[in-house]
């Protein structure tokens, strides 16, 4: 593994790009990119799955999103869904300009969040030859209809007066509201998901420092109430796509809405008994997860004479 950095805009982003064991630089490699969850950094589950398809043979990138972990841009913690899939593009770029990338054999893996993001930049940026999400959502629809996506997309009004109310007083001297990505406390109302959310951000797990569990309140929420990930999907999507989702994630209605509406070529796998977060860390579902995906990018992302 080697930490790198590249430009994303006028941001500086923190990479570690995971190599093969029997790695040339003088080859040819297809790489790919992990893009990890809202509210992690690359030292997590996008860098255990970077690790994973770098012993599969591919060259993979995971790295901290703007305004996030090690990576520069300010206000930090700051979860902007726009820079999150110039992100994505900035990835690419930064693989197609290394000599032993072929710039024609680039795939993307997003988890959760980062599969969103992930679909909102493969959509319109065609470089990206194969896209496979894992417990993927969009996080514009989860926050405005909740976890389990019952709410209608009207109940993200009351949070949006909240948002107006404190970015009024921000504007006049108050100081900045954090908000957190998991509960810090779960009871018996959090949905399953997220308290195995809040055990694995905070917990020795996976907890790591520089995923503090806190986003900007006003900042964030205004930008990601607006957000939706999957618009226009049926028209612009053409590449192949990998959805891998979890039969009780509470999540998998999240899944389900974009396979329905992909017309590319596309797979569904649902993972009897699977969670969302098993797909983070637990190795049998990691497992899974890159046994299905492996031969999904080996096929899209072969080498062309």
Not at 255 to 266: C, D, E, I, M
Request: include cysteine.
């Amino acid at each position: 593994m080697e930490s790198v950095k590249f430009p994303s805009g006028p941001i500086d982003i923190a990479g570690n790009l995971h190599l093969p064991a029997d790695f040339d630089p003088a080859g040819s490699y297809a790489a790919i990119i992990t893009v990890h969850p809202g509210g992690g950094v690359k030292e997590q589950t996008a860098g255990l799955y970077a690790s994973k398809f770098a012993e599969q043979g591919f060259v993979a990138l995971a790295y901290d999103a703007s305004h996030q972990g090690e990576s520069g841009g300010e206000p930090h913690f700051l979860e902007d869904p726009g820079a999150r899939v110039e992100d994505v593009r900035a990835a690419v770029d930064y693989l197609q300009s290394l000599g032993y990338i072929d710039a024609e054999r680039v795939g993307v893996f997003g988890i959760c969040a980062g599969g969103g993001y992930s679909v909102a930049a493969t959509k319109t940026d065609h470089r990206i030859k194969a896209l496979a999400t894992v417990s993927g959502i969009d996080i514009g629809s989860s926050y405005r209809r909740g976890w389990l996506g019952t709410d209608p997309d009207s109940a993200a009004v009351p949070t949006l007066d909240a948002v107006a109310g404190q970015r009024t007083a921000e504007a006049q001297g108050a100081e900045p509201a954090y908000i957190p990505y998991v509960p810090a406390q779960p009871d018996e109302n959090t949905p399953r998901d997220l308290v195995e959310a809040s055990d694995y951000y905070l917990t020795p797990r996976a907890q790591h420092p520089n995923a503090q569990n806190k986003k900007l309140f006003t900042k964030s929420i205004s930008k990601i109430f607006g957000f939706d990930a999957f618009h226009l999907v049926e028209d612009l999507l053409t590449q192949p796509v990998l959805i891998i989702a979890g039969s009780e994630a509470g999540s998998l209605w999240a899944s389900a809405g974009l396979y329905s509406r992909v017309r590319s070529p596309k797979r569904f796998v649902v993972v009897d008994g699977a969670t969302h977060m098993d797909f983070y860390d637990v190795p049998k579902y990691v497992e899974r997860a890159v046994t299905e995906a492996t031969p999904f990018f080996q096929e899209n992302l072969a080498a062309r004479n």
